[in-house]
């Protein structure tokens, strides 16, 4: 029997971003209001319809950019200094996510030092960092002064799996890296640690599996005294992917 295209409906996709950075000690998302319908005025990932001439690497990168305006960086290595980790988190079919239309969309989770205030672009009213906690909140997120409501189509589920891949990939990778900037102290990489999992770890210990990784964390002799008291070895990131063994998340 010959293939016939039109016998199947036509569908769209998107690309939505899980933009993850650490602000005042606190893991916290990219969220913007959206300006139009559907779910307009809800808060919503960043993200956007692939465009015919582009692949969706191409797509979330150039979303990446007219959200945040990084650049994206290659997923196999760490960013450092104004890039942005950027890799594939999950597809999402749901036929009823978008009420617009049958609508696919390709998450992609990105992962960067701490970033200046959002600029709201395309259909976004505006845009802010907001706390990870404050945005899975059973009983919605809102900003003080507003009535608090979920995310809009499916994106707080697509952010709960952005963080869980997150808190799991820095246990056996060095991706935690890609939240600190180009040279850090293992003081500023343990608050990441903290702040993307949620817990207190022990200094010293922390300090003692870091360095005692082979390849994890390279010494570029300087030191650091912008976190206050006495200067802070400073490292960056070696260029180890996989650490061995493991950095294990505490039980909560």
Wanted: with cysteine; glycine share 10%; proline share 9%.
């Amino acid at each position: 029997m010959p293939y016939d295209p039109s016998a199947f409906p036509p569908f769209a996709v998107t690309v939505d971003l899980v933009v993850l950075t650490v602000r005042r000690h606190s893991l916290c998302a990219l969220v913007v209001r959206r300006g139009e319908p559907p779910f307009q005025g809800r808060w919503a990932l960043p993200g956007g319809f692939v465009r015919a001439d582009e692949d969706l690497a191409a797509a979330a990168a150039r979303e990446l950019a007219e959200e945040t305006g990084l650049c994206a960086h290659d997923p196999a290595t760490p960013a450092q200094g104004n890039g942005a980790h950027l890799e594939q988190l999950a597809t999402y079919g749901d036929p009823k996510r978008d009420p617009r239309m049958r609508v696919v969309s390709v998450a992609h989770l990105v992962l960067a030092p701490d970033l200046p205030a959002p600029r709201a672009g395309g259909d976004a009213h505006s845009a802010r960092w907001a706390p990870v906690e404050a945005l899975l909140n059973q009983g919605g997120y809102g900003r003080e002064g507003e009535q608090a409501a979920p995310l809009a189509f499916d994106h707080a589920q697509i952010l709960a799996d952005g963080v869980e891949r997150a808190r799991s990939k820095i246990e056996y990778s060095s991706l935690a890296t890609a939240f600190c900037p180009a040279e850090f102290t293992v003081g500023e990489l343990r608050r990441v640690y903290e702040a993307v999992w949620g817990v207190a770890l022990d200094p010293r210990n922390f300090h003692r599996k870091v360095t005692g990784t082979v390849g994890f964390l390279v010494p570029t002799g300087g030191t650091t005294t912008r976190q206050g008291g006495r200067p802070a070895q400073l490292f960056r990131a070696g260029g180890a992917t996989l650490l061995n063994p493991p950095m294990l998340r505490p039980e909560v």
